[in-house]
């Protein structure tokens, strides 16, 4: 009879040594699946709410910076000059960077021109006036186009040139275009009207209008924001106001934002004796000039979400100092301390499990041999080889161990759902009742993440790499266990055994 027969007999004659050592197995294999389909959920959300939360950074003051500057304002405080444009064409020419922006934003108020009013402030519609944001870009194609945050619905971004030579050229809403009878191509005349305070009449006077006239080029339309759950009335308001401040936004080249935005001041400083107040007399010579430092806000669009820590790591060394790179994806941490623990809590089980694994298996296998030892050494005395010896001692304990793990890959499982969805549930009521977590809105303009988000992101479920990952710890566990008793059998000696 060959070694795997032999192995196949043993089995089913020790039935009783088969069972314990299939218990001992199949407990071990509960606690090690469970912590398995734990780490798997929670990496998976991870990867899931980063990918929702988008790969966009940006360059601002770090955290710290901005805390001192808080606790240490005063009218003498400096605050640290922006980073400038050589810097943000630096970070924006990294490999891991797919495409990036740098932009200059104003506001405008028009009396001409009207803007989109949200339903429920019509009444108010004359005291809010028709104020307008102006955006400018480096990027012709729109990085908001290319992130769908907007849609374009007629004429075209624009091209290169347009933007290096800052044409009078402007992208702006179908529903402004509309309200104003506007089509592309025409020629669209924009007012914006420059108000001081009276303090004779207690009321705002305008002192002058500056006009500037643009060819459209486009329209576009603000990308519906899709949510799978109920939304709040607060976050509905917030989706409204995100919206409504997209259509009465203004495309328009940096150049020409510029052009225009130092004009306006030129003329002010001219016209209102009270914006010289406060000011310095070299300040005062710079504005009058035009000369200001043009302050950028930048978004860099990173290739994949996985790229963002070393992107992190490679532009932060090209940054000036007091400001930091930041990611859409660094809010994760932020709802993401119950996940974190449960993460912790079950790579730290898996470790101990697969410890104890080896030492009890080691020690119920060598018991196991030891109480064989006779038998073994009647095969070594009719001329087995130890090493077919040993085959059989592995295939025995192989099969045991495949049919207790494969029956563990299930109920593990569903031990697993249990007690991580408790331990998520506890913990996220209990920072909710402690006021440790926000259900606002973070990341992109179409992400809607918060604590029910990432908990109903968390599924603990069997599938491919679950399966093959639980059988890989599972099997080396075993043959781990199994291989320092196997010296034990090299050690027999048939004679001493057979006296």
Do not use: C
Not at 418 to 436: A, F, H, Y
């Amino acid at each position: 009879m060959n070694f795997f027969k032999r192995a196949l007999v043993s089995i089913s004659r020790k039935k009783g040594k088969s069972l314990l050592l299939f218990a001992i197995i199949f407990i071990l294999g509960n606690v090690i699946a469970g912590a398995v389909s734990i780490s798997q959920a929670t990496n998976n959300v991870e990867k899931t709410v980063k990918d929702q939360l988008g790969a966009q950074a940006t360059i601002d003051m770090s955290e710290e910076t901005m805390e001192k500057l808080f606790k240490d304002s005063n009218e003498d405080t400096e605050f640290p000059e922006p980073p400038s444009v050589d810097v943000i064409k630096k970070v924006g020419a990294l490999d891991s960077v797919k495409y990036y922006d740098y932009n200059i934003e104003d506001y405008y108020t028009s009396e001409k021109v009207k803007a989109v009013i949200p339903k429920d402030e019509e009444e108010n519609a004359e005291d809010m006036g028709n104020s307008f944001q102006a955006k400018g870009v480096e990027y012709a194609n729109l990085l908001d186009v290319e992130e769908n945050k907007i849609k374009l619905d007629a004429g075209s971004v624009f091209t290169k040139e347009q933007v290096a030579d800052g044409k009078n050229v402007i992208i702006m809403s179908s529903q402004v275009a509309k309200l104003n009878n506007i089509s592309v191509g025409d020629n669209f005349v924009l007012d914006n009207v420059y108000t001081s305070y009276d303090d004779k009449t207690d009321k705002e006077k305008k002192l002058f209008t500056h006009v500037n006239s643009f060819k459209v080029v486009g329209l576009f339309t603000p990308t519906k924001i899709e949510s799978k759950k109920k939304l709040s009335n607060d976050k509905k308001m917030e989706q409204e106001w995100v919206t409504n401040e997209l259509i009465n936004t203004f495309y328009l080249p940096n150049k020409t934002v510029s052009r225009m935005n130092q004009a306006y001041v030129k003329e002010s400083f001219e016209k209102d004796t009270t914006m010289a107040d406060g000011m310095s007399e070299k300040e005062l010579a710079d504005y009058k000039k035009g000369a200001s430092q043009e302050a950028y806000s930048s978004t860099f669009v990173i290739k994949k979400p996985e790229q963002m820590p070393d992107f992190v790591a490679d532009a932060t060394p090209l940054l000036p100092k007091h400001y930091s790179i930041i990611s859409a994806q660094d809010k994760y941490d932020t709802i993401s301390g119950s996940m974190n623990k449960v993460a912790k809590f079950s790579k730290y089980i898996l470790i101990t499990a697969a410890a104890a694994s080896i030492i009890i298996l080691t020690l119920v296998i060598i018991l196991f041999i030891r109480d064989r030892k006779k038998e073994l050494g009647i095969y070594l005395s009719l001329g087995e080889k130890k090493i077919k010896i040993i085959g059989q001692i592995f295939i025995e304990v192989l099969i045991v161990a495949f049919i207790a793990i494969s029956i563990s890959l299930f109920t593990g499982n569903l031990l697993a759902k249990n007690v991580s969805t408790s331990l998520i549930s506890n913990d996220t009521k209990t920072e909710q009742d402690s006021g440790m977590i926000s259900g606002n809105q973070i990341g992109n303009a179409n992400a809607d993440i918060d604590f029910d988000t990432v908990k109903d992101s968390y599924t603990v479920k069997i599938d491919g790499p679950y399966i093959a990952f639980f059988y890989l710890i599972g099997l080396v566990t075993v043959i781990l266990s199994t291989a320092l008793p196997m010296l034990y059998i090299l050690r027999l000696n048939p004679k001493k055994i057979m006296m």
